[in-house]
């Protein structure tokens, strides 16, 4: 079935280091690729999307390149902040489909 | 626009009891999604309404049901509470428009936080 695997955390740096949270998918069609964030306390925020082959989706400094031959969706960012500190979903939904599927969650801590 | 409430934030109730937990999607979005996160389980999908109808269901006991509203509004009720319910639960809505990439992505409530003691 559909399925999401990220890589498990918790993920700690230092402020200013480079970010890399490792998605990859399984699909039998033709999904579009959401990383969500969620804050202590809040729901989730959807951080950044691509909806096709080789799309690059961005926001706030995350980037993430929809890559359909590794069925991945790596989410990165050059220089992390200490409000970057939260977790990250990587999710699929496929075109047409009632349901978003859900990586496990990777917990970031950024120090100062 | 308005964001996705949902209503109530936090709910304490007791095993064997029921509850109702409400959420308004962004106007206009059709389509509204019900989740129950957990420290354990993580993300689970419980159900999605699309112009009233139920259209995709997950792996949830009976006790779990919802409806959609005219207006989108949708509400999920719980009966006979477990402890295990405690969880965050969070409402998402999309706009969906079928058979295209327009809308897809989801929106999130705040979610409720439901304690059953």
């Known amino acids: 079935g559909d399925s999401v695997t990220q890589m498990e955390g918790p993920v700690t740096l230092s402020e200013e280091a480079f970010l890399t949270i490792n998605c990859t998918y399984t699909a039998t069609g033709y999904p579009s690729l959401f990383w969500y964030v969620q804050y202590p306390g809040e729901g989730l925020q959807l951080l950044l999307k691509?909806?096709?082959?080789?799309d690059k989706g961005s926001n706030k400094g995350f980037e993430a390149t929809y890559r359909k031959e590794t069925t991945s969706f790596h989410l990165e960012k050059g220089s992390v902040q200490v409000s970057d500190s939260a977790v990250y979903f990587c999710?699929?939904?496929?075109?047409?489909?009632?349901?978003?599927?859900f990586g496990a969650g990777t917990r970031l801590f950024v120090k100062a | 626009k308005a964001g996705v409430t949902q209503t109530p934030r936090y709910l304490i109730k007791t095993r064997g009891q029921q509850v109702t937990l409400s959420c308004s999607p962004i106007s206009g979005h059709r389509s509204v999604s019900w989740y129950q996160q957990t420290p354990g389980q993580g993300l689970q999908f419980l159900f999605e309404?699309?112009?009233?109808?139920?259209?995709n269901k997950g792996n949830f006991p009976g006790r779990f049901s919802g409806r959609q509203f005219s207006n989108s509004r949708s509400e999920m009720n719980v009966s006979t509470l477990e402890l295990g319910d405690s969880a965050l639960y969070l409402c998402?809505?999309?706009?969906?428009?079928?058979?295209?990439?327009?809308?897809?992505?989801?929106?999130f409530g705040p979610g409720t936080r439901l304690t059953v003691l």
């Open positions: 309404y699309f112009s009233e109808t139920q259209r």
């Open positions: 998402a809505s999309s706009f969906r428009d079928r058979g295209s990439l327009r809308g897809n992505e989801q929106f």
């Open positions: 999710a699929l939904r496929l075109t047409g489909g009632f349901k978003t599927i």
């Open positions: 691509a909806t096709k082959a080789d």
